[in-house]
Nanobody
Framework: QLQASGGGLVQAGGSLRLSCAASGRSFSGYAMGWFRQAPGKERDFVSAINWSGSSTYYPDSAKGRFTISRDNAKNTIYLQMNSLKPEDTAVYYC?????????????????????WGQGTQVTVSS
């Protein structure tokens, strides 16, 4: 089970740090990712990280502003979000899959992930 937390209301230009904690089983050997979904829109890829944290991938919308990291000892991944914009407003989800690879052809695709956490709402006011 994946539990995301850390969302909230922040002004444009502000920062938030999301966490995603795994329980019931260890996901420390799996790559993991973050997605987001705004009302009426598709679920968009935000970032992914391999099992060791040595490889990460971001879409252009997140590069330079968001940083994904993980602490395998705590079975937790994080998403540090800086310079937030109103268009970052969405429900943010963490996800993983035993077969996931952090490569551009697979990790941005939601259907590559089998395990999803409940989302955490991020609202950025202008």
């Amino acid at each position: 089970q994946l539990q995301a937390s850390g969302g909230g209301l922040v002004q444009a230009g502000g920062s938030l740090r999301l966490s995603c904690a795994a329980s019931g089983r260890s996901f420390s050997g799996y790559a993991m990712g973050w997605f987001r979904q705004a009302p009426g829109k598709e679920r968009d890829f935000v970032s992914a990280i391999n099992w060791s944290g040595s490889s990460t991938y971001y879409p252009d919308s997140a590069k330079g502003r968001f940083t994904i990291s993980r602490d395998n000892a705590k079975n937790t991944i994080y998403l540090q979000m800086n310079s937030l914009k109103p268009e970052d407003t969405a429900v943010y989800y963490c996800a993983t899959d035993p077969l996931l690879q952090v490569v551009v052809t697979t990790c941005p695709l939601a259907h590559e992930y089998d395990y999803w956490g409940q989302g955490t709402q991020v609202t950025v006011s202008s």
